[in-house]
């Protein structure tokens, strides 16, 4: 549905996408992730044809970007993080209008409508001015826009953004409902949202791709990144003596400790599984267990190792 081949743009001396190359199923929903200024909305608005690419390629729905792009903007929905919207227009004028651009007939713009307000839930302020809706609605009527044509492509970059916690679990839903018939970028800062609603995610960091695949794919493809987490108690330095030397512990961090009970944080080594002989050591030695848990490695923990990594290789690259 999308294929992205050696994608790159550069802004004067500045290097934004790096030969960035992925590709997309149909009907499936992908989180497109990166710190600020990783280059995640350059090649959004390339796929998007709102920039020319410097080289490199890339289609959407079989459409080429550089030859087709009015077929490309046909065929996909988008949703910028700062929606443009005229203030001055009511929501369903300024959808109406939004049809009419899209060569949409009368009929058509009423069902459609109807359709996305009640999706996007803009049904009690869609004879509403714009201008007078909290940002959350705004962001909800540059929703309805997206989807209002039934594009195959939806490319939403933000879209959670200025919701409340009611809106955005209702978004996500909306967002894994139009997983199927739509096929889906979402790009976003928020992790949890990725892990909630994604089939797969793509992780960029200074313009170049660092890693992709499943949320549990990236969760478990570095090593000991999974901990377990020790609560008795002990004196602490003692407690973290013991520990140490418990056979496939390869890293005690100590995280708190007071006059009665410490917690430490032990790193197993690879293929390592710790819990029963860490329990036994902290019993014979007279330490009252109070927890003893096995914490998984998270995506925001694999999200904040490879693009430190990669910032980190680009330091050592970059002339001094």
């Known amino acids: 549905m999308i294929a992205v081949s050696e994608l790159t743009k550069v802004y004067g001396q500045t290097l934004a996408v790096d030969r960035v190359s992925f590709e997309v199923a149909r009907g499936s929903i992908v989180g497109f992730l990166g710190p600020n200024g990783a280059g995640k909305s350059t090649t959004l608005k390339m796929l998007t044809c709102y920039l020319p690419p410097t080289s490199g390629g890339a289609s959407v729905n079989g459409f080429d970007i550089f030859k087709q792009s009015e077929q490309v903007r046909e065929n996909l929905g988008y949703l910028p993080e700062n929606t443009p919207l005229y203030p001055e227009m009511k929501v369903e004028e300024y959808l109406d209008f939004r049809g009419r651009l899209r060569k949409m007939d009368r009929a058509t713009r009423r069902s459609r409508i109807d359709y996305v307000c009640d999706r996007c839930w803009l049904a009690p302020v869609r004879r509403r001015m714009i201008s007078h809706l909290s940002k959350g609605f705004r962001q909800r009527v540059g929703l309805a826009d997206a989807l209002l044509h039934d594009p195959p492509v939806l490319i939403l970059d933000e879209p959670t953004v200025g919701l409340d916690p009611t809106q955005i679990r209702e978004s996500r839903k909306l967002i894994r409902e139009l997983g199927g ?92 599984d710790i819990r029963e002989e860490v329990a036994r050591t902290v019993i014979q030695n007279g330490w009252p267990l109070r927890e003893i848990r096995l914490e998984s490695a998270t995506l925001e923990e694999f999200f904040v190792q490879v693009t430190a990594n990669q910032a980190m290789a680009q330091t050592e690259t970059s002339p001094t």
């Open 181 to 272: 018939k739509h096929t889906v970028i979402l790009s976003t800062h928020i992790l949890p949202e990725v892990e909630a609603v994604c089939d797969r995610a793509i992780v960029i960091a200074g313009g170049r791709i660092v890693a992709q695949g499943t949320p549990e794919e990236l969760r478990t493809s570095r090593r000991m990144t999974a901990r377990v987490l020790v609560e008795c108690r002990g004196p602490k330095q003692d407690v973290e003596n013991a520990l140490a030397r418990v056979s496939g512990v390869g890293k005690v961090e100590m995280l708190n400790g007071d006059s009665t009970y410490v917690t430490a944080a032990l790193r197993p080594k690879e293929g390592y």
